[in-house]
């Protein structure tokens, strides 16, 4: 009996780990299948197995690919895996070694539409720095969107009624389907060289695909190289689109953003009467101001006026002359007085006024006489009394002891 080689559990599970490594076909490869049994384990790797109807495989995603994951992986879900099939050599078993996981259907669109928000974010496309502000009175609007359907006839019937003097510019786009990105793009490009002072991009509501082309990265660069002010208005109020975060301005319909590029024209009109008025009130009240404020000044150039710095200086002599006057009177009066009273005084006092009260005033040879020495016995003198003269002679002169 020939004795044959046997071989090790572990040399023939790493003998299959080879085989499946060197096949180039379970390398990077796509599977699509349904999740079930998902733990997320401490370490921060997820297992899972991906199931179909017949069969069912292992997986895991080391925690080094999880900020790959952009949604959270639970039970049920249908889901695209990227990863490379291969054997874990101690349990002998092979499994999906997931790189990144995707979200089959409309979550390969929600996947692509994160990836592509996340870059032109970081580009800057988003940034609130290039928002323009809506003009408040808009005398033209262009409009991209489908000719026809509910959309278009809101917009035009809001936009007449709130201003009926607004000029309407539509380009007939496509909004859904081939060729619609194009289209859209070609039209925000039109009506920007058209001279409008605002565009509506929109359309009414449907389901991600009908919008996708709202979140296309040609539509969104249009928006964004676009010179004049536009707002976004696709689908209803929960549909947001790549388009919604690049304009200036985000309508969460059609018909909200007709209210928003058309102003109310009668209460326009109101508020300009409003202000008019106020105007005009504050004019009067400035032109007062002024006018009180002119006064004020025209007094203090007046009064800095040579002619009135003479009238000033001559006011002033005359009051000074008045008073001056008045201090001479009052003085010569005072002095008046002073002098009658000293002129009582002196009277009094005078020798020809005592011949009143019976005095005589005696001279010889014309001389006062008020000695005995001035005369001697026979010498003749002169005797004045109140009424006249007497001469007479000294008969006999006695000298007081």
């Known amino acids: 009996m020939i004795e044959k080689k046997a071989y090790s559990v572990s040399q023939i599970n790493k003998y299959i780990k080879g085989i499946f490594t060197r096949d180039y076909a379970l390398n990077h490869i796509y599977i699509k299948g349904e999740v079930s049994n998902c733990k997320y384990h401490s370490s921060g790797h997820i297992y899972f197995t991906l199931k179909d109807s017949k069969s069912q495989l292992?997986?895991?995603?080391?925690?080094?690919?999880r900020d790959k994951l952009l949604f959270e992986l639970s039970e049920g879900q249908n889901v695209i895996v990227l990863g490379t099939i291969n054997v874990y050599e101690r349990d002998g078993k092979y499994q999906l070694y997931a790189e990144e996981i995707l979200l089959d259907g409309i979550g390969i669109l929600y996947q692509r539409l994160e990836k592509l928000k996340q870059d032109l974010s970081e580009e800057g496309l988003f940034s609130e720095m290039y928002?323009?502000?809506?003009?408040?009175?808009?005398?033209?609007?262009?409009?991209?969107?489908?000719?026809?359907?509910?959309?278009?006839q809101d917009m035009i019937q809001i936009s007449h009624r709130r201003n009926p003097y607004v000029q309407l510019i539509l380009y007939p786009a496509l909004v859904q389907g081939n060729g619609a990105k194009e289209s859209i793009v070609k039209g925000i490009k039109t009506l920007d060289h058209a001279g409008c002072d605002v565009i509506i991009v929109g359309r009414?509501?449907?389901?991600?695909?009908?919008?996708?082309?709202?979140?296309?990265?040609?539509?969104?660069?249009?928006?964004f190289d676009c010179e004049t002010p536009i707002i976004s208005a696709v689908g209803h109020e929960t549909d947001t689109?790549?388009?919604?975060?690049?304009?200036d301005l985000?309508?969460?319909?059609?018909?909200?953003?007709?209210?928003?590029?058309?102003?109310?024209?009668?209460?326009?009109?109101y508020t300009l009467e409003e202000q008019k008025l106020r105007l005009y009130r504050k004019m009067e009240d400035k032109i007062e101001q002024e006018r009180s404020r002119i006064s004020l000044l025209s007094l203090q150039l007046s009064r800095l006026s040579p002619q009135y710095?003479?009238?000033?200086?001559?006011?002033?002599?005359?009051?000074?002359?008045?008073?001056?006057?008045?201090?001479?009177?009052?003085?010569?009066k005072e002095r008046r007085q002073c002098l009658e009273l000293f002129s009582e005084r002196l009277h009094a006092k005078m020798p020809l006024e005592r011949l009143h009260n019976g005095y005589a005033y005696v001279t010889v040879e014309e001389k006062p006489l008020s000695t005995i020495e001035q005369t001697k016995e026979g010498n003749e003198i002169t005797i004045i009394v109140r009424d006249g003269e007497i001469k007479a002679k000294i008969t006999k002169v006695t000298k007081k002891i």
């Open 58 to 65: 292992l997986c895991v995603m080391f925690a080094g690919n």
């Open 131 to 152: 928002k323009r502000q809506i003009p408040m009175y808009c005398g033209t609007i262009g409009i991209v969107t489908a000719p026809t359907g509910a959309a278009v």
């Open 204 to 223: 009414g509501g449907g389901s991600l695909e009908d919008l996708w082309a709202f979140n296309e990265e040609e539509v969104v660069r249009a928006i």
């Open 241 to 247: 689109m790549l388009s919604d975060y690049v304009a």
């Open 250 to 269: 985000r309508a969460p319909t059609p018909s909200a953003a007709a209210e928003l590029a058309n102003i109310d024209i009668r209460s326009f009109f």
């Open 309 to 332: 710095q003479l009238q000033e200086r001559k006011q002033s002599l005359d009051d000074k002359k008045e008073q001056l006057f008045k201090f001479m009177m009052e003085k010569i």
